[in-house]
């Protein structure tokens, strides 16, 4: 079975400053992963995906996120924090053929932007 | 295009009723999954339907159910409703039946159990 660890349910950054999400992966077989937006009374928006071509992904947002196997994880990055990017960020991983359909999340991380 | 429609919004229901939860995902969309999503236990997968077949459930008592129609659109029931099944229902298309392709989700359906 697999699962995804979000690291910090709660990252605080000022306006400007980079943002670093962390997510740790657990497959047995080579993962997909996303992540995905959820503002407040809405539903989830896709960020952005890995599906195994290149390991840097780059999304919506100026969002990107690396793909590293050696240390399961699939960290979502943005150089320059804006006040629009409060929200809170779920990282999910699917494994192929499987479980199509099925995507697990982790427990989701607030992202709050100081001005 | 239209997104994934969700209906109704909000819903307020008594312990013991039933309630039906519509989903219409985006047009050419035939893989419709739903998820539970409550403070406690995050998003938890309830099903998926792909051509009018249930592929994948998740683990949750009978009392839930769903079903997908020929024009892909998807409805979740829940019988017997239960306190703890207050939560935000999430509906999410995808364009095929493959897991790379990640979902479009709806804005949901709020549910309350009183």
């Known amino acids: 079975a697999q699962s995804v660890t979000q690291l910090g349910s709660h990252v605080s950054v000022s306006e400007g400053a980079l943002v670093l999400l962390r997510c740790n992966y657990s497959s047995s077989v080579p993962p997909y992963l996303f992540w995905y937006v959820q503002y407040p009374n809405q539903g989830l928006q896709l960020l952005l995906k890995?599906?195994?071509?290149?390991?840097l992904v780059k999304g919506i947002n100026g969002f990107e996120a690396e793909f590293k196997k050696s240390e399961t994880s699939f960290h979502l990055t943005k150089p320059s924090a804006h006040m629009s990017d409060a929200a809170e960020y779920f990282c999910a991983v699917s494994v192929p053929v499987t479980n199509a359909g099925k995507s697990t999340f982790g427990d989701g991380t607030t992202l709050t932007v100081k001005p | 295009k239209a997104g994934v429609t969700q209906t109704p919004r909000y819903l307020i229901k008594t312990r013991g009723q039933q309630v039906t939860l519509s989903c219409s995902p985006i047009s050419g969309h035939r893989s419709v999954s739903w998820y539970q999503q409550t403070p406690g236990q995050g998003l938890q997968f309830l099903f998926e339907y792909f051509s009018e077949t249930q592929r994948n459930k998740g683990n949750f008592p009978g009392r839930f159910s769903g079903r997908q129609f020929s024009n892909s659109r998807s409805e979740m029931n829940v019988s017997t409703l239960e306190l703890g099944d207050s939560a935000l229902y999430l509906c999410?298309?995808?364009?095929?039946?493959?897991?790379?392709?990640?979902?479009?989700f709806g804005s949901g359906t709020r549910l309350t159990v009183v």
């Open positions: 890995y599906t195994s071509a290149a390991t």
């Open positions: 999410a298309s995808s364009l095929a039946a493959l897991a790379n392709y990640g979902y479009t």
